[in-house]
């Protein structure tokens, strides 16, 4: 992947194909729910299984419940292909 910023137009032809993802600023969010804690952590533990084998790296915050996701590729300053293709993946979860 090049890991290149895309445009305003990109971004929303990318989100508009991804499930429940929403540009905010340079940031590509999700949240999602659970009925538990336990499974919020199996979620989380798959999804570090994605992000390790693309050496990219998303912030996650989970707790009771949910999982909040941010994906973003830090040295472009931005949203890049290489974010929406992680969100393609761990919607497939």
């Known amino acids: 992947m ?3 910023l895309l445009n305003g137009d990109e971004l929303a032809a990318a989100t508009n194909e991804l499930n429940g993802w929403a540009a ?3 940031l590509l969010k ?3 729910k659970f009925a ?3 499974e919020a952590l199996a979620y989380v533990n798959r999804l ?3 992000a390790e084998a693309a050496d990219h790296h998303p912030d996650i ?3 009771w419940g949910y999982a909040d996701i941010a994906l973003t590729t830090h040295d472009r300053g ?3 292909d290489v974010d929406i293709s992680l969100a ?3 919607d497939e979860l």
């Open 88 to 90: 393609r993946q761990i």
């Open 78 to 80: 931005g949203i890049t």
């Open 48 to 50: 570090s299984e994605l």
């Open 36 to 38: 538990n804690f336990a």
């Open 30 to 32: 999700k949240s999602v």
């Open 24 to 26: 905010h600023g340079t």
């Open 2 to 4: 090049e890991r290149r």
């Open 61 to 63: 915050t989970f707790g």
